[in-house]
């Protein structure tokens, strides 16, 4: 269910949602116009009973019937931004190519290999890492044998460069017709004909040679062959995501919020291979998370107790927090920056100019600043006091964790609401705060 609703797809259980949600609404009507037309011609002490429950009833079907379809359209809305984090996919030409490789509707693909702990591994986490969870991917062997010592280091050596180490003491499991008959599309990597493959299942035959027994240089050679293969594989079953190159990929378990849209006057157009251009969308993807998160971020400081701050937060971001978190993401995708923070901070900072410029976000005096600082550290101080650090070496770990939250909380704006929607109209999407801040908005420009 979930792959259907991340692509797109309507699933079988909404689908049974909107039939419910047309046929209340339906009652709710009839029973309106049944109220309406029998009102002036129905006698007795109780002709206005029916007549409020007649209005009631209608009233409580159209209004369910409503909140069913903003709720399903803001879910659907969230849906497609899933699949395509960073906004940058040409969403009509991957589905026509997934369509003329005919394999759109893929969504079980299982990968055989002769041994099934080479190969078809390689192949399966490959994939998995630009599937994002919407797929069901498993690896298979036709005569399965556990991996020898020397295989394990020579594949983890090998993979981890791709960030796809992968656990190859785990025995490998035998092909079987319950796999082949469950699978939307078997490739076969070194063993064509190997076994039957029904005639409803789509089947690739891959010439790739076994990266086991040689050396170093010989496996990678073979790695080279499985990234292209599988990246060619991601583009037949239409993913927005088809480069295997850490500056690709979407970083294993980081959160991404559905602000689709790019405000234009955030950064002038350039080029999608510019660097500064690269830097600019992830670092805008990191902030995003801060300004999804302002509101329960402004709750949590006013909600301190004595330690909070001496006036009413408002709704606010740590552009520090941003930088930091994007700084890690630039050392996962080995990027080769000498100083990872350096580079974030320079980034998001661009970013935050272009929303301060537009009066989405406004900068705290440095007054405020220090009292956010003051509170922070109360704050850490309790939940981690000084005394339970460790002593030595190992103490200077939680010291340079505490300066840096000390850097994030001075590096603070106020998130100014109905300008930021203006921006970013998708942030609705992101909890109840938001989306009574867009209905608000909405209530002002309509007012």
């Not at 007549?51 to 809305?77: D, E, P």
């Not at 088809?242 to 690709?248: A, G, K, N, P, Y």
């Not at 998130?415 to 989306?435: S, T």
């Given at each position: 269910?979930d ?27 009839g ?13 007795g ?6 007549v ?24 659907r ?37 002769p041994r099934?702990?080479?190969?078809s ?29 020397l ?18 003491r ?38 790739v ?31 927005a ?16 919020v ?33 300004i ?12 301190r ?47 935050v100019d ?30 981690d006091?000084?005394?339970?650090w ?9 010291a340079?964790?505490?300066?840096r ?8 704006f106020?998130?100014v ?17 938001w989306?009574?801040a ?6 002002v420009?309509?007012g």
């Amino acid at each position: 269910m979930d792959d259907e609703r991340r692509h797109g797809r309507t699933t079988p259980a909404e689908r049974k949602g909107i039939l419910a949600a047309s046929a209340i609404a339906l009652v709710g009507l009839g029973a309106i116009a049944w109220t309406v037309s029998g009102a002036g011609s129905t006698d007795g002490p109780f002709a206005w009973v029916s007549v409020v429950v007649g209005y009631l009833i209608g009233a409580w079907c159209l209004a369910f019937a409503g909140w069913f379809t903003v709720t399903y359209l803001r879910q659907r809305r969230s849906a497609r931004r899933f699949s395509d984090p960073f906004g940058d996919g040409d969403s009509e030409a991957i589905a026509r190519a997934a369509s003329e490789a005919g394999l759109a509707d893929v969504r079980t693909v299982l990968f055989v290999s002769p041994r099934g702990i080479g190969r078809s591994r390689m192949a399966a986490e490959y994939l998995r890492a630009l599937t994002l969870g919407t797929h069901d991917i498993e690896a298979a062997g036709v005569a399965p044998e556990p991996a020898s010592a020397l295989d394990h280091v020579l594949l983890v050596a090998v993979t981890a460069v791709d960030r796809a180490v992968f656990d190859t003491r785990r025995p490998p499991q035998r092909v079987s017709a319950a796999l082949v008959d469950r699978a939307h599309l078997v490739v076969r990597i070194g063993c064509p004909g190997a076994f039957r493959v029904p005639s409803g299942v789509a089947v690739r035959d891959w010439d790739v040679p076994d990266p086991l027994g040689g050396d170093l240089e010989q496996a990678s050679q073979v790695r080279g062959q499985l990234r292209r293969h599988v990246e060619e594989l991601a583009g037949e079953l239409g993913l927005a995501h088809r480069s295997l190159d850490l500056r690709d990929r979407v970083v294993p378990g980081q959160r991404h919020v559905f602000a689709a849209a790019r405000a234009a006057e955030l950064r002038p157009p350039v080029e999608r291979d510019d660097e500064s251009a690269w830097m600019s969308t992830h670092a805008e993807a990191r902030l995003l998370v801060e300004i999804a998160d302002a509101p329960e971020r402004a709750a949590e400081i006013n909600g301190r107790g004595p330690r909070r701050p001496d006036f009413v937060v408002p709704w606010l971001i740590s552009a520090g927090a941003a930088s930091s978190a994007f700084a890690r993401e630039l050392e996962w995708r080995a990027l080769g920056s000498p100083s990872p923070l350096s580079a974030a901070e320079d980034a998001v900072a661009r970013v935050v100019d272009g929303l301060v410029t537009i009066g989405a976000l406004r900068p705290f005096s440095d007054a405020r600043r220090l009292e956010l600082r003051r509170s922070g550290r109360a704050q850490r101080d309790v939940d981690d006091p000084p005394e339970r650090w460790p002593v030595g070496l190992a103490g200077e770990y939680p010291a340079m964790a505490e300066a840096r939250s000390t850097a994030e909380d001075l590096a603070t704006f106020e998130v100014v609401p109905d300008r930021m929607l203006a921006a970013y109209p998708d942030l609705d999407v992101e909890g109840d705060a938001w989306a009574a801040a867009a209905a608000a908005a909405r209530a002002v420009r309509r007012g």
